[in-house]
């Protein structure tokens, strides 16, 4: 399997608000945005929490991949982690419901992410230092700032 590396980043205004996230994919094989042959980034455009900010980021970087993969996924929000690597699995397995049998909030998108993440050989990290963290950081508060003020 090819090694894959996935580093998200969100950002949003107030607790349900207007928002960015942006994603950096290094693999071998996609189709560049960037000068390095490898990397692909975008930035997204989001209304919601960040929960689904980072739900949104993590699906459209995983929509990327064409095959199964080793991925590497760096996040920057410890309760996305732990949900991604604790809860996600639990919640694919008991019919989308939480410990207290309630529906799992955001349940479509958590389906979308489980579907297209399964698939593959995944680790999470969570990391500010990485060498995107910055230019993301910057281009994702950018992005939610315009955003904000034209509303």
Same mark, same amino acid.
């Given at each position: #399997?090819?090694?894959?590396?996935?580093?998200?980043? !969100?950002? $949003?205004? +107030?607790?349900?608000?207007? +928002?960015?996230?942006?994603?950096?994919?290094?693999?071998?094989? $996609?189709?560049? %945005?960037?000068?390095? !042959?490898?990397?692909? %980034? *975008? $930035?997204?455009?989001? @209304?919601? %929490?960040?929960?689904?900010?980072? =739900?949104?980021? #993590?699906? !459209?970087?995983? @929509?990327?991949?064409?095959?199964?993969?080793?991925?590497? $996924?760096?996040?920057?929000?410890?309760?996305?982690?732990?949900?991604?690597? @604790?809860?996600?699995?639990?919640?694919?397995?008991?019919?989308?419901?939480?410990?207290? +049998?309630?529906?799992?909030?955001?349940?479509?998108?958590?389906?979308?992410?489980?579907?297209? =993440?399964?698939?593959?050989?995944?680790?999470?990290?969570? !990391? *500010?230092?990485?060498?995107?963290?910055?230019?993301?950081?910057?281009?994702?508060?950018?992005?939610?700032? @315009?955003?904000?003020? *034209?509303?």
């Amino acid at each position: #399997m090819e090694k894959v590396n996935i580093y998200l980043y !969100s950002s $949003i205004r +107030g607790r349900k608000g207007t +928002g960015a996230g942006v994603y950096v994919l290094e693999a071998p094989d $996609i189709e560049p %945005t960037e000068k390095r !042959s490898n990397v692909s %980034t *975008k $930035i997204i455009d989001v @209304e919601g %929490t960040k929960s689904q900010c980072q =739900l949104y980021v #993590m699906k !459209s970087a995983l @929509e990327r991949l064409r095959r199964p993969s080793n991925l590497h $996924i760096f996040v920057d929000d410890h309760l996305f982690l732990r949900e991604v690597i @604790e809860f996600l699995p639990k919640w694919s397995t008991n019919g989308w419901k939480t410990t207290m +049998g309630t529906e799992v909030r955001n349940i479509e998108l958590w389906q979308q992410v489980w579907e297209l =993440l399964h698939c593959h050989v995944y680790e999470l990290e969570y !990391s *500010k230092d990485h060498k995107y963290y910055k230019w993301q950081q910057f281009e994702a508060e950018r992005r939610a700032n @315009e955003r904000t003020d *034209k509303n």
